[in-house]
């Protein structure tokens, strides 16, 4: 829900709650004045009646209006108080009962006793008490659209900035050289937001960039002693010559540097990935790069008589030519790997997917963990176990999906691309 | 051949001059971004191995010198930053080569043969070991006055053990060498044996003296005297 509908719906429903209770409070305040304005009329009436009793000894004419009409009864004995009450009356006048308000009370004059009625109708009352309510009902109404009118419109200008930065913020990436820059503001919360923002990614960009900075240097230095300890490997192997178990020996440390020096790589290349360091804007011929890592390759897997069925269709993406070629090269480093000796390995790529297949004779693979770093299924002194992780974060940034299957003996590698074909 | 080795590692900068001398060629060491301004100032060579990250400032700006100075030395950068986009700048600003840290040395002394013949256009195309004789610019070996047909990889390979002559290069060096670093060799099978063999029985078949040695099944070298 938008904080506009929320804001709209609080607004709404307590603005109509008030103005109902407001009404109703209003009307029985207003019904009671007025009711005690027609009192005072009636006790009016009862004293100018009273006097002339004084004065005249005896009962004035009954006095006839529309709106006020008086009744003389002769009694025996005399009534309680004197009380005003509302009820209802016939009005000769107007030939109809209506709702009145009445006073009774006795009066004694020239020996005689008399009960008094003086009715006062209530219909004026009434009638302007109708008035005032539809009066402010449509007020409530109004306002109320008014309210709602301007509300949206104002909050709708209001809010402009606030959507103009979040747009911003979306579109930010860290790997971008500069801080996000949002511009100040008129509105005090909005400008409070954005300099918070703006501040908050300038500490953000420059530890990432302190960060990143350490990464590669840390990197780089470590690449140097691995370079000198290569290259003392190099010149021992000159100096070995005859001994054959120092020969083993050293070739199994030019192994591990080789492997510590790729594995380097690949973390770097990793991080790279993670960070966004890329843009995806060259266009790539996808089918050249297959069939040229192909050929790299066909000594290999002649070597190992593999049977390699290809079938490519002409593929051009979007996409990053170095990443594109590492993708490639390492899903064709583990099919030629793990494929044993005389097996079978497909390669088929239309233009909405990759499908890489190659024979196994051990089970499927761990679907779970497979992409995960420094997982091998099995021990093997080649693998740096990042490929596969490599591949994966690839495709999540390129925004294809990867997935695995072990179908009749086989491991099956899709990667569907989900674009429109560049 | 003269070559001047600009690196602040010392040890590294040795075994490149160990290497290097061995090879024929005339080094000299400077460790900083100040001494190698100066020897670029005073003297010329045939080819500079220059490091990126060099105490006192940046090699790049060493290159940028050069290039502004209008220098003909040639260039072969050795950096620990491999990115794409490294490579890219040190090429542009008019390295002649990049190669990335850690390296096989003899894949150095190869490059460094492949700038110095660039430069020398004059005749200097042909690399000889032995009654090997490689043409690099028609890509043609003779061997005891025999064309001999190589395929590319065995070209190739043949110029490689050529230029490190007497030297045990690594399989790992000469995979490397042939096929780059993206891809990795299953280790139960050795194609790079048949290579050799193949490589030998051609030199043998035309008559060359088998020089290749194998070295416990973990390198090989071109043995000649």
Known sequence: MKLFDKYNRVNLTSTIITFVVGSIAFYFVLDYV????????????????????????????????????????????????????????????????????????????????????????KTETEDLLQMIILVIILMIALILLSNYLINRKLVTVLWKPFYTTIGTIKDYRLAEKKALQLPREKLDEIDLLNTSLNSMTERIHQDYHA???????????????????????????????????????LMTIEDATLKLSRLHQSLLLLAKLENRQ??????????????????????????KELKVAVILEEVHLHFHQHLAEIMINNLLNNVIRYTPLHGSVGIYLTVNELSIKNYSINGALDKQKLFQRFYKEEQSAESTGLGLAIVNEICTLAGFSIEYSFISQEHVFMIYFNTQPA | MKILIIEDEITLNQSMVEFLSAAGYLCESVFSYKAALEKIDYYSYDCIVLDIMLPGG??????????????????????????????????????????????????????????????????????????????????????????????????????????????????????????????????????????????????????????????????YKMQLL
């Open chain 1, 278 to 303: 890329f843009e995806l804007i060259e266009p790539v011929n996808l089918t050249s790069i297959l069939q040229s890592k192909l050929e790299e390759r066909e000594l290999i897997i002649k070597a």
């Open chain 1, 211 to 249: 960060l990143k900075m350490f990464t590669e240097n840390a990197s780089h230095e470590m690449q140097t002693p691995l370079a000198v300890i290569h290259s003392k490997v190099e010149s021992l192997l000159q100096l070995s010559q005859g001994q054959e178990a120092m020969v083993h020996q």
């Open chain 2, 58 to 219: 940046s090699g790049l700006d060493l290159l940028n010198y050069l290039k502004l100075d209008k220098k003909t030395d040639g260039v072969i950068i050795i950096s620990a930053r491999g990115t794409l986009e490294d490579k890219i700048e040190g090429l542009q600003l008019g390295a002649d080569d990049y190669l990335i840290k850690p390296f096989h040395i003899a894949e150095l002394s190869v490059r460094i043969a492949a700038i110095i013949r660039r430069k020398n256009f004059n005749g200097q195309s042909v690399v000889s070991a032995g009654d090997i004789q490689i043409d690099t610019v028609s890509k043609s070996v003779i061997i005891c006055s025999k064309t001999v047909e190589l395929t590319q990889k065995e070209f190739q390979l043949l110029l490689f053990l050529v230029i490190n002559k007497n030297r045990v290069l690594s399989k790992n060096t000469i995979a490397e060498h042939l096929w780059g670093d993206s891809m990795d060799f299953p280790d139960n099978y050795d194609f790079i044996y048949s290579h050799i063999k193949n490589l030998r029985k051609k030199i043998v078949a035309t008559g060359g003296e088998d020089c290749i040695k194998s070295i416990y099944g973990e390198g």
């Open chain 1, 34 to 121: 007025l009711t005690s304005q027609l009192d005072r009329g009636l006790l009016v009436e009862q004293s100018e009646i009273v006097d002339f009793v004084k004065e005249h000894k005896e009962v004035p004419e009954p006095l006839t209006t529309k709106h006020q009409w008086t009744e003389y009864i002769l009694i025996n004995k005399p009534i309680a108080l004197p009380k005003a009450t509302t009820t209802e009356a016939f009005n000769k006048l107007e030939n109809e009962i209506q709702h009145v308000r009445q006073l009774v009370f006795t009066i004694a004059a020239g020996g005689r006793l008399y009960r008094v009625i003086i009715n006062q109708s």
